[in-house]
């Protein structure tokens, strides 16, 4: 859960040593050098359903030739992964060479950073960067953020990279205006805070921890408004790091607190974990409206009251295709 950052009022700031992109990039990456940026990979689309059906059973990677790799997974916005993403099938994928760096600060628009294994965190100050094919990680800290993206940026792209932190840290990735794809984020107390605007794709978050005692654990929180959002066919299994169900606060956190949210559309999603695992809530006289829930897969007695908490039933328009993973059995609004 977060403790102090509001999408209302702007992004923290933290004292961190950084490298400032000042040139064309960092790294040495052209910023005209995007190639498939977009979240496409020359060779077609992949595997991937992009109508409004639940995700297919079955889909843990295991190396096989029908098994889908992160990059069919963003080939398309939005669209579902015709696989589970486990660890196995996000992340970078297999045989890439990473180069190392120390964590930057970007600041020229249309930044690429492709390949690369960063120590620290990466503070996107400009429109249209596209972080990909690269690990970002923190030693860990109660404040620790691995990818933080300052409030009025739009265009960020998170693609086939993994996040993560070495000791337990507070947010993984913190943004609106983003997308973010077959990635894969662990060790973190959440995985993702976001507002507005965002795409989350794909991802794969487990093996939460946190840098404080008493840390509260969220896979993805949504606090901040603005434009509407989709969480599409992400699995989410709030665990801890020897991989067991934690019972605290959700695999989804949609809590209307720091303004309003309206628009956000979650499915396709494997959930579970938590006190809930998925909260629709609203605090602080802040409204949650016009919220969908469909064909989501709930991991069966891994929560600690319940599947879902939904404080406004008028917060969710349509609730519809949700089911347990392990039979299909129905969830009920």
Not at 27 to 54: E, Q, R
Not at 70 to 83: E, H, I, R
Request: charged letters at 20%.
């Amino acid at each position: 859960m977060t403790r102090d950052l509001s999408f209302g009022v702007g992004i923290t700031s933290f004292a961190m040593g950084v490298v400032v992109c000042v040139a064309v990039a960092c790294g040495d990456v052209p910023a005209t050098d995007v190639g498939t940026a977009d979240g496409g990979d020359a060779g077609g689309p992949g595997l991937i359903d992009s109508g409004v059906s639940g995700p297919n059973e079955g889909g843990v990677y295991d190396g096989g030739a029908d098994a889908a790799r992160a990059s069919d997974f963003c080939a398309t916005f939005p669209a579902l992964p015709s696989v589970r993403p486990t660890a196995a099938n996000t992340g970078v994928p297999p045989g890439t060479t990473l180069t190392p760096e120390t964590g930057m600060t970007i600041t020229v628009a249309g930044t690429v950073i492709d390949a690369r294994d960063v120590t620290g965190t990466i503070n996107v100050e400009a429109n249209d960067v596209i972080i990909m094919n690269s690990k970002v990680h923190v030693s860990g800290g109660p404040s620790d953020i691995a990818i933080k993206v300052k409030r009025g940026i739009t265009g960020t792209k998170i693609l086939r990279s993994e996040v993560y932190s070495d000791e337990g840290a507070y947010i993984g990735i913190y943004a609106d205006n983003t997308t973010v794809c077959g990635s894969y984020l662990h060790g973190w107390e959440n995985g993702m805070t976001v507002g507005g605007g965002s795409m989350l794709q794909a991802n794969y978050i487990d093996r939460l921890q946190g840098g404080q005692p008493g840390a509260h654990y969220d896979g993805i929180e949504v606090y901040g408004g603005g434009a509407p959002s989709k969480l599409w066919g992400n699995n989410i299994r709030l665990t801890d790091p020897k991989d067991e169900w934690r019972g605290e606060t959700g695999a989804i956190n949609l809590t209307a607190w720091a303004g309003d949210i309206d628009a956000v559309e979650m499915n396709g999603n494997w959930l579970g974990g938590g006190s809930y695992t998925l909260y629709v809530d609203e605090q602080n006289g802040d409204q949650a409206t016009n919220v969908k829930v469909t064909n989501n897969r709930f991991y069966r007695d891994s929560a600690a009251y319940g599947t879902h908490l939904v404080r406004d039933e008028a917060s969710v328009i349509v609730w519809s295709g949700n089911v347990f993973d392990d039979n299909g059995d129905s969830v009920s609004k």
